[in-house]
């Protein structure tokens, strides 16, 4: 079964980055798009962009440009996410999510939150 | 960016009862829209893709309906399970956005 399994809450410092993972298993890694999400505490979902595994091709929502970083390791079947010179708005829990042809997220990481506090 | 305005913010229903949401698009999204369910600690579940198609092993009391730029989520006969927050987002073009979300209480 499609699985994706994300690394462990975060504390940082802020101006500093971080890089959370999410392993896939359960279906051919580099056939689909890979995407992640931001939920700020108390929040809505935010979408950050994607990455194509396969060619390593990404898209991102222009407001996470130059915060976000996606990157995908085929050898391991894991996403990557750096996101760099973090504030306490930068704190949430991130989620990677799956796509598939129909459209929509199928399939979800358990979340990873990152908080931001000196 | 396409706006998705939902409402209600917040539903309180009664057992065995049906609701509906609405999810408006600040323009035509021709009908690439998906619902989901997110319960209290957890990541969101896919209910409805393209609208109206239901995901596999989601019960038929949930469907979907709608095009253009309006949208429906009917969820009937309510069972306690469906506490929880609904939100709708489309994927007609980048950057995907949601609903700020709907949350369901049961009276």
């Known amino acids: 079964q499609v699985q994706l399994q994300q690394s462990g809450t975060e504390l940082v410092k802020p101006a500093s980055s971080v890089k959370i993972s999410c392993k896939a298993s359960?279906?051919?890694?580099?056939?689909?798009?890979m995407h992640w999400i931001r939920q700020q505490p108390g929040n809505g979902l935010e979408w950050i962009g994607w990455?194509?595994?396969?060619?390593?091709?990404?898209k991102y929502n222009q407001k996470f440009d130059g915060k976000a970083t996606l990157t995908a390791d085929k050898s391991s079947s894991t996403a990557y996410m750096q996101l760099s010179s973090l504030t306490s708005e930068d704190s949430a829990v991130y989620f990677c999510?799956?796509?598939?042809?129909?459209?929509?997220?199928?399939?979800w990481g358990q979340g990873t939150l990152v908080t931001v506090s000196s | 960016d396409i706006q998705m305005t939902q409402s209600p913010s917040f539903l309180s229903a009664s057992l065995g009862n049906s609701i509906t949401i609405t999810c408006h698009a600040s323009q035509n999204i021709k009908g690439w829209l998906a619902w989901y369910q997110q319960k209290s600690g957890n990541a969101p579940e896919l209910l409805i893709y393209?609208?109206?198609s239901l995901q596999s092993g989601v019960p038929s009391r949930f469907s979907g309906s709608g095009s253009g730029t309006d949208y429906i989520l009917t969820i009937s006969n309510l069972q306690p399970e469906d506490i929880a927050t609904y939100y709708c987002q489309h994927y007609q073009s980048f950057p995907f956005t949601f609903g700020s979300g709907t949350k369901l209480e049961i009276k």
């Open positions: 999510a799956r796509s598939d042809v129909g459209g929509g997220f199928a399939y």
């Open positions: 359960g279906y051919t890694f580099t056939s689909n798009y």
């Open positions: 990455i194509y595994p396969g060619n390593g091709n990404t």
């Open positions: 393209k609208a109206s």
